[in-house]
């Protein structure tokens, strides 16, 4: 299992106490991440110990969950996703009854929702449109705006929808963090069931979230140990909470248990010629060097400044074609962008463009990705294929249904393994006779619930999260981006188990990951980085996470980089956007790409 390993990352797998992992771009940080894991998993020494990886995406929750799968690791006692839906899973929803506000049950708000509701009260309280109100609290509940206003925003929002049952990731990570000061046996509960807390990427981690892990780590007094990977050039999301704690601090956190501070060093990734590009962008003076066995080669780094943006999708699409002629695989290629917003007008001319070519587009899924509502996590099972390859993360994701159910339901049986594969010859056997996806999932749902002899519309909490998860589905059907996609359940299922085209993601959605060819377009003063980090801040702020985003986006490709900063964007003031100012003052030696001429 540990073959090919250097010193360090040897190292990293074999320390047995707490350990925090400083990783540069490429150090082989996912590996170490899962073979660690897989070591871990198989030293638990109780059936009910389990282990949770808590990433920042749910798309690094899954290929976490696909490289233990492939490892050939039982993955059983293993729980993955982010923080929001493990403070969800095992804190709010088990315990959430002991806060009055949570009593009457409630409902995640879904994006469009908030979208629509942040935007009436900016409204409300005179906040301009290019700026948006923070709804984090601190520990003592306050929020953290610096205008008052901004704070009565977020005070008025948040009781807008607790009055109608509705909860944000804000208040899940709040509402976590006081159930847990209040009810220490939630701790102590949590600490005996889980003895291992993985945290990838965590230099992204919020204040409240250190604290709510800290807590249950605390409280298992030693015999529950934490485990945290990063890269602090990486913290891009400074501006959602994001907070690079100190061993130090950390270690404060979990009740003054000693951490251990770890490197993975050398870059198994990408040419030097692409580490000295991004090494512009670094905040420390890190030497790093490439351990690739095509290190030398010169690959394709371009910079163009001048194209209209009328004229990306063509240009784009000629990369595409020509890097695929190459015999780049699809899935190897990237197209990355600030914004959905860019995106997803750029995904369907692509996809126009380029019929035969396959695109994996996780945000612009009409299906809502709301993984933590249970109705998407039963349409999940049934829209994945059925293959050889699937048993395993279906049988995960079988047991995950059953468990919910059990809570909701005692007279439900103790989820077995049996019982999974029970479940799972009923998701085999659906057989709907309808093309329309909603009608689809609706009958598909009601077959399943018939033939387990459990009435769901006995349960509030299933029957709000069925209206959520179907409004989310209409609205997103509705929505400018999605009005020409298809309507067919088959439709459906092919962009669910669509994995190996090209990446379409924003720059923050790829995180970790790597590809051969990385295009990235969109690269505008005001965009990257955001003018929220540039109107009434200091110039050290911009500059700051300008060098971060221009890092991990340039630090995603092995070998071909191309950048834009395409001309034609206007301001809210019809002023022009203007090229990122740290990219646009480097010295490098750029190659030329012919210039695009329209027909």
């Not at 729980?79 to 009055?100: A, D, N």
């Not at 050039?233 to 909470?241: M, R």
């Not at 994701?397 to 049986?413: G, R």
């Not at 720059?507 to 009434?536: D, M």
Request: some cysteine; hydrophobic content about 35%; glycine content about 6%.
């Amino acid at each position: 299992m540990y073959i090919n390993l250097n010193p360090f990352q040897q190292a990293v797998i074999d320390e047995e106490g707490n350990t925090l992992v400083i990783a540069c771009p490429g150090s082989g940080k996912t590996r170490v991440l899962t073979m660690k894991i897989a070591k871990e998993l198989e030293n638990l020494k109780k059936r009910t110990n389990r282990i949770a990886a808590l990433t920042f995406t749910n798309r690094a929750a899954d290929e976490i969950d696909k490289r233990i799968h492939e490892m050939g690791i039982d993955s059983s006692k293993l729980w993955t996703g982010t923080i929001h839906s493990f403070c969800l899973q095992w804190i709010i929803k088990p315990y959430g009854g002991y806060l009055p506000e949570l009593q009457k049950g409630f409902s995640i708000l879904d994006e469009f929702k908030a979208q629509d509701l942040k935007s009436r009260f900016k409204n409300d309280f005179a906040i301009p449109r290019y700026e948006d109100f923070i709804t984090r609290r601190d520990r003592q509940g306050n929020y953290i705006n610096a205008e008052r206003n901004f704070n009565e925003a977020a005070e008025t929002y948040h009781k807008y929808i607790l009055e109608n049952k509705l909860i944000d990731f804000d208040l899940i990570l709040y509402f976590s963090y006081l159930l847990l000061g209040k009810y220490p046996k939630i701790a102590n509960n949590l600490s005996r069931i889980f003895k291992y807390f993985f945290i990838d990427e965590f230099q992204d981690t919020q204040d409240l979230q250190y604290a709510i892990v800290g807590k249950i780590v605390w409280a298992a007094e030693g015999q529950c140990k934490i485990f945290l990977v990063g890269d602090p050039d990486q913290a891009i999301f400074k501006s959602l909470g994001g907070v690079v704690k100190s061993s130090t601090e950390i270690s404060q956190e979990i009740g003054g248990y000693s951490i251990k501070k770890l490197g993975l060093n050398g870059n198994y990734r990408s040419t030097q010629r692409i580490i000295n590009l991004y090494s512009n962008f670094q905040s420390t003076d890190l030497s790093i060097e490439s351990l690739t066995n095509y290190c030398d080669e010169d690959g394709v780094i371009s910079f163009d400044r001048t194209i209209h943006k009328e004229n990306l999708v063509e240009k784009i699409t000629e990369i595409i074609q020509e890097q695929i002629s190459d015999g780049v695989p699809p899935n190897e290629i990237c197209v990355l962008a600030p914004q959905w917003s860019f995106l997803t007008s750029m995904a369907r001319k692509l996809k126009s463009h380029l019929p035969d070519v396959a695109f994996d587009a996780p945000g612009l899924t009409i299906l809502p990705r709301d993984r933590d509502n249970f109705w998407f996590k039963l349409a999940r099972i049934i829209l994945i294929n059925q293959e050889p390859n699937k048993y395993l993360i279906r049988m995960k994701w079988a047991k995950e249904i059953l468990e919910e159910l059990v809570m909701l339901n005692s007279t439900i049986i103790h989820v077995e393994i049996e019982s999974c594969r029970k479940f799972l010859k009923i998701i085999n056997s659906i057989n709907i006779p309808k093309e329309d996806a909603v009608e689809y999932l609706e009958e598909a749902f009601k077959y399943i619930f018939e033939k387990i002899g459990f009435d769901y519309s006995s349960s509030d909490l299933l029957i709000e999260q069925w209206k959520s998860f179907f409004n989310g589905l209409s609205r997103r059907y509705e929505h400018i981006d999605f009005s020409d996609i298809p309507k067919d359940i088959n439709y459906m299922k092919k962009m669910f188990n669509t994995k190996k085209g090209v990446v379409i993601n924003t720059c923050q959605g790829v995180k970790g990951e790597e590809f051969h060819t990385v295009i990235a377009f969109g690269l505008l003063r005001g965009y990257v980085p955001h003018w929220s980090q540039i109107i009434n801040r200091p110039t050290s702020n911009e500059i700051e996470e300008s060098n971060k985003l221009l890092y991990v986006i340039c630090s995603r490709a092995k070998k071909n980089l191309f950048l834009f900063s395409e001309s034609g964007r206007l301001t809210q003031s019809k002023q022009p956007y203007q090229v990122n100012n740290q990219l646009n003052r480097i010295v490098f030696e750029f190659n030329s790409l012919a210039p695009y001429r329209s027909e």
